[in-house]
């Protein structure tokens, strides 16, 4: 199939703005004025209408199965107080009477206007059913808080531990519900299981959202229990089958170095990369947890809460191991690492990585995600050694209300260093962690160049130094993303060579003004020559 797009205002790259665009089989092969692309045979000419036309953003770090099943849990995340998640648990079983289980996510006590600003507990849901098991999820998915009936159901009392993770205790000396960091996964096993059918679906009708806001390539994290075979088969499953033109690249989580030993005994044998729609990936860790929960692992301790350092995850010594035995069998590492004492452990895991041949100058591409809170010494560091940093610049509309109370006014400076990190030259990627955020990539661009809240506030930025160009911030979005799947030389550019995935937008985000950014919507999109979503 020869197809050419005419009459466009094409991004090809930094200040190289062309026309139109000739694609056969699925591969961009000219690019250039009308006159030049027309002079070609084509079996189907579409006129642009000369709107806008970006490559198909690439989000550097989400989780597309957890995208599918909050649009089918009970949603948290407009709640105003502890009563209103109340009544929205009493308002979903009552809509949903056939659920033995309850499950949520997306509150925030932070954004609570009326009561108690606090964490919720067992008791608050408690009050929306004692029968059935509830356990609701913060937005940061680093919290999870259960009811009465789920900690029952799993026997969990007093003396229940968990490595890398807390279970608060009351006042009464008895669990609160409240549960961090690797204790998470203990009080969510409490809602029962969903069969391969219902995932497959809630899969897929995340994909389409994605395609239909403009991402064509996702790095998605969905591997994260013991059970990881069945979701390796569900995803082979929808790419054997070719049910979603979304390009998938794994990124799969295993805290325990057993289940990482086990992985790598079988899961190779389990089915077939072909990497151009399916890819392997890379070997997700957790490092700490979440600015908002206080469990980011930091240096020094929270200027807001002092004594406190956050939750290490992983200690250093289990990262180590770690990210030497993926090493070991030629598998990039990203680590979750938002607190400055959990950058600190990602980057000097990796430098110690580095030191062995197999992984010289980083060549694996070992990466970090996050990266919030940082100093100018890290942020040298990480450009040094050539470590990816994949940002999500859309967590500023949140975290702009917090980060100065939690970690001071100097370390704040230097954290969330887009710009900074960009300009010495370290390779930058964006994304969202959605469905922490929404996967919207142009409210996460608005954050990146403004450095403001979706309100338009502060004033003139946040840390204004810390700005990122608009053409820096899409190409870190597109060619920075396809850099981490060692793809630069496959997607992420409309060049010669490069596979047709692009976008067309309502609006012409390079004259615009930057407030509008985030208001953007894409009329079309196209993955390997194909539309594949069209408004």
């Known amino acids: 199939m020869r197809t050419i797009l005419k009459n466009g205002k094409i991004y090809v790259e930094?200040?190289?703005?062309?026309?139109?665009?000739?694609?056969?089989?699925?591969?961009?092969?000219?690019?250039?004025?009308?006159?030049?692309?027309?002079?070609?045979?084509?079996?189907?000419?579409?006129?642009?209408?000369?709107?806008?036309?970006?490559?198909?953003?690439?989000?550097?770090?989400m989780h597309l199965s957890m995208i599918g099943a909050a649009i089918t849990s009970c949603d948290l995340t407009k709640a105003k107080s502890i009563d209103e998640i109340i009544q929205l648990g009493k308002d979903f079983l009552k809509n949903n009477k056939y659920l033995t289980a309850l499950g949520g996510r997306g509150w925030n006590q932070d954004h609570f206007t009326s009561g108690e600003k606090r964490l919720l507990t067992r008791f608050d849901l408690d009050k929306i059913s004692t029968k059935i098991p509830?356990?609701?999820?913060?937005?940061?998915?680093?919290?999870?808080?259960?009811?009465?009936?789920?900690?029952?159901?799993?026997?969990?009392?007093?003396?229940?531990?968990?490595?890398?993770?807390?279970?608060?205790?009351?006042?009464?000396?008895?669990?609160?519900?409240?549960?961090?960091?690797?204790a998470v996964r203990l009080i969510q096993s409490a809602i029962p299981e969903k069969n391969n059918d219902t995932i497959e679906k809630e899969f897929l009708k995340a994909a389409n959202y994605a395609l239909s806001v403009g991402i064509t390539s996702i790095q998605s994290c969905d591997i994260m229990n013991k059970k990881y075979i069945e979701m390796f088969k569900i995803i082979h499953n929808i790419y054997d089958n070719k049910k979603t033109k979304l390009r998938y690249s794994?990124?799969?989580?295993?805290?325990?170095?057993?289940?990482?030993?086990?992985?790598?005994?079988?899961?190779?044998?389990?089915?077939?990369?072909?990497?151009?729609?399916?890819?392997?990936?890379?070997?997700?860790?957790?490092?700490?947890?979440?600015?908002?929960?206080?469990?980011?692992?930091?240096?020094?301790?929270?200027?807001?809460?002092?004594?406190?350092?956050?939750?290490?995850?992983?200690?250093?010594?289990?990262?180590?191991?770690?990210?030497?035995?993926?090493?070991?069998?030629?598998?990039?590492?990203?680590?979750?690492?938002?607190?400055?004492?959990?950058?600190?452990?990602?980057?000097?895991?990796?430098?110690?990585?580095?030191?062995?041949?197999?992984?010289?100058?980083?060549?694996l591409r070992h990466g970090i995600v996050h990266c919030q809170i940082s100093s100018m010494e890290q942020l040298n560091r990480?450009?040094?050694?050539?470590?990816?940093?994949?940002?999500?610049?859309?967590?500023?509309?949140?975290?702009?209300?917090?980060?100065e109370d939690r970690v001071g006014k100097e370390l704040a400076s230097t954290s969330y260093a887009f710009n900074t990190l960009y300009k010495l030259g370290a390779p930058v990627s964006l994304g969202t962690d959605s469905p922490v955020e929404d996967c919207n990539p142009f409210p996460n661009i608005y954050c990146a160049v403004t450095r403001q809240r979706i309100n338009g506030s502060p004033q003139g930025g946040f840390y204004p130094n810390e700005k990122m160009g608009l053409q820096d911030t899409i190409d870190a979005y597109t060619i920075g993303s396809a850099y981490n799947e060692f793809k630069e030389d496959f997607k992420g550019r409309l060049k010669p060579g490069y596979v047709a995935d692009l976008i067309v937008l309502n609006r012409d985000?390079?004259?615009?003004?930057?407030?509008?950014?985030?208001?953007?919507?894409?009329?079309?999109?196209?993955?390997?020559?194909?539309?594949?979503?069209?408004?």
């Not at 079988?266 to 392997?280: C, I």
């Not at 860790?285 to 350092?309: C, H, I, N, Q």
């Not at 615009?512 to 020559?529: F, L, N, Y």
Request: one cysteine or more; a negative charge; aromatic letters at 8%.
């Open 250 to 363: 794994h990124q799969f989580n295993f805290q325990d170095i057993n289940d990482f030993k086990n992985y790598l005994r079988t899961e190779f044998k389990t089915g077939q990369y072909d990497e151009k729609f399916l890819s392997k990936g890379a070997l997700k860790l957790f490092k700490d947890g979440s600015l908002g929960a206080r469990t980011a692992l930091m240096l020094k301790d929270y200027e807001d809460v002092p004594g406190t350092r956050g939750v290490a995850a992983l200690s250093d010594e289990q990262l180590q191991d770690l990210c030497d035995l993926a090493t070991e069998n030629e598998i990039k590492v990203v680590t979750h690492a938002i607190g400055d004492g959990a950058v600190e452990g990602a980057i000097n895991a990796y430098e110690n990585t580095m030191k062995s041949e197999k992984n010289n100058n980083n060549r």
């Open 134 to 182: 509830i356990v609701f999820d913060r937005v940061c998915a680093h919290v999870s808080v259960g009811n009465t009936k789920a900690l029952e159901i799993l026997g969990i009392d007093e003396k229940t531990t968990v490595d890398g993770g807390t279970i608060e205790l009351g006042d009464d000396g008895k669990p609160n519900g409240v549960f961090n960091e690797n």
């Open 14 to 61: 930094k200040n190289n703005f062309q026309e139109a665009l000739f694609i056969q089989d699925g591969i961009i092969k000219q690019v250039g004025t009308n006159e030049k692309i027309l002079a070609n045979s084509a079996d189907n000419i579409i006129d642009l209408g000369w709107k806008t036309v970006l490559p198909g953003f690439n989000d550097s770090h």
């Open 509 to 535: 985000i390079f004259t615009i003004d930057e407030s509008e950014i985030k208001d953007i919507k894409v009329e079309k999109t196209m993955v390997d020559g194909e539309f594949v979503f069209e408004r």
């Open 382 to 403: 990480i450009a040094k050694l050539n470590i990816p940093v994949m940002y999500q610049p859309i967590f500023l509309d949140y975290d702009i209300q917090i980060v």
